[in-house]
DNA sequence: TTGAAAGCGATACCAT
DNA sequence: ATGGTATCGCTTTCAA
């Protein structure tokens, strides 16, 4: 510690404020807030000067103190939680892109077990922030998502609370699972299974059940219908070390492609089964991983720029002063069929990389 | 629009302030302050009469004005980039729940393609952000860098620039190649093959001269060395099939993981190579995919829990009042030989899911 | 220990 | 179009 320095304080210089670039340039301190607030009545001239000395100074408005006045921090709070499933980090990635598109800064909140919930969520008002996207959130309660999204914008993805007026956004996920019970039946597949992920989520429930009433409604038999307990490549695995050792399914609908592609290692590699031949699979999301020519996983594609779309064309909605109502939305996917399902499919067969 | 209110203002019910939950207790309004704040004198009864009062009135302290005052935002900037590879978002999970642990809550700047890295950096400032975690960036200049950080603790994980007075934190890059580089040659192998991720990074430079002038130390041919481009399934991939062709190479170190299963999948399934017995294959990382049955991936671990506590440490000591210098530190990882460079591994071949 | 009052650095309303 | 000034909600001296 070399403290040669004199009495004055050693003040870590701090950045410059509106009220001392304007003491530089003469001018009012209201005149640098308007220059740089678009929309606001300041004349190009003195918007000029005060840029070029905002510049020279190296003065930038200090956002804390602006959300301050304004009530408006310009952040999203973005609640996360199965960041181990591929299909997550792509979506948020594009989605806080998006979001700071709209000027919105992401700020993240991991809900995971080993992270402590309650605080998390008193963290997300206490920051203040303006909107809430929260994202496949398993272990938030009901109660606890009224609170924390109370009083701001906010729209769930990929999930929906019965009896909670809240704006969402999801997969069309009855589309999704009765195409591909549709497909199984097309490819002349009779005796189906069903592996659930996560249980008691949305998407897990959603496309269970739509899976399965559709496989009753073509007249094919529902083999098995067993959960994983999470959306992971182990679980996949498991499962499907167990369903294909009964040798009676011939097809397998796994509730998100994490699952599907360990199951398909599993029937494949654990199993010895012949991919389609002996058993068709397909999963959901369209992963990248999915794409893989080891796997070419048959799959109903999330349509992830729409839903990115329409969420913040929502969020925007309640951001807007007025009133509005919560909505739901269940977008359009596309069932992309691989080989996973259907081995000889010429445009599969070309080169390793298409879709 | 039901404008049944008569005069008073529809006053969308603000948030209760300090100084109204004073009013309502009758006490003033610095004894709130004090009895949210750890470690300032306010008798413990007082405190047990605000925070029943907080309860009661459903009060929480605005960390807006909060941070106006102090001066101390609790936010940490991750500054983040290859979101793709599955390594990063594992990282930047547990990074943000260890940040959390310690109060700082984090907001994500994506720079990617797409963004606008200027507008990012200003952002990055403007919210004032204690601290500022760099991952893996590519695109960030040394000067931006510079600029973005000045003035705020700041860590670089996984990268480092020269003559850049930063701290930093990184897996022993030089010391994982060299493993490789051994490992190869204790196996027996002789011509090898090295593939390169995205170039110009760090991670990729270190472990690609690391590895070459170790493979020359111990007398073996380098046969090929290549740039894929970029850290991808693709890269790796394409790479492989270019490599494979010419059947003078007998083991390739992949830069990183996601690399080496996309070349994996192309020695393997595009070209037929029998893996490890006609190629041997490393990677580094130790992405989960690579403990898969199906890849069973010889790689070097990055110590992702060391570097998290690391980059944690050197936060708080430059966040204390003090002086401090930056320092650079390469943290040790552990190399794991699976499969697919010995083929015969009595421990793994017992179950699927082994290390 | 407690309370009063002066900031923190913007915004926004009001005159001019 | 510009400047003056109250205000946002909290922290932090300073007295009492």
Known sequence: MDNTEPEQPI????????????????????????????GTSISPA???????????????????????????????????????????????????????REGLQSLMFN??????????????????VDAVVVISATVLSGASLRWATEGRAAVLVNRTIPDLPLTSVSCDNVEGSRAIADHFHAIGRRNVAFVGGLPHTTTNLERQNAFISRVAELGMTLTHAVSGGEYSYEAGYRAAMEIGRSRNVDAVFFANDILAIGGFDAFRDGLGLRIPE???????????????????????RQPVDAIIEKTIQLINEQLAPGRYLPTQHALSGDLLIRRSSVGDLASETIGPFRT
């Open 278 to 300: 002996d058993i068709a699979i397909a999963g959901f999301d369209d992963i990248a991983m999915s794409r893989w020519p080891r796997y070419s996983l048959t799959t109903f």
């Open 11 to 38: 003040a870590r210089s701090r950045p410059i404020t509106a009220r001392e670039l304007a003491r530089r340039l003469g001018v009012s301190q209201s005149a640098i807030s308007r220059a740089f607030t678009p």
């Open 46 to 100: 003195m918007r000029q000067r005060i840029l070029r000395g905002a510049e020279e100074f190296d003065y930038h408005p200090n956002a804390i103190a602006s959300m301050l006045s304004t009530r408006r921090s310009n952040i999203a709070g973005i609640v996360v939680s199965e960041m181990q499933n591929p299909f997550y980090p792509t979506l948020i990635e594009k989605l806080s892109r998006e979001l700071q």
């Open 111 to 128: 809900i995971t077990r080993g992270s402590n919930i309650e605080e998390q969520l008193v963290a997300l008002r206490k920051y203040n």
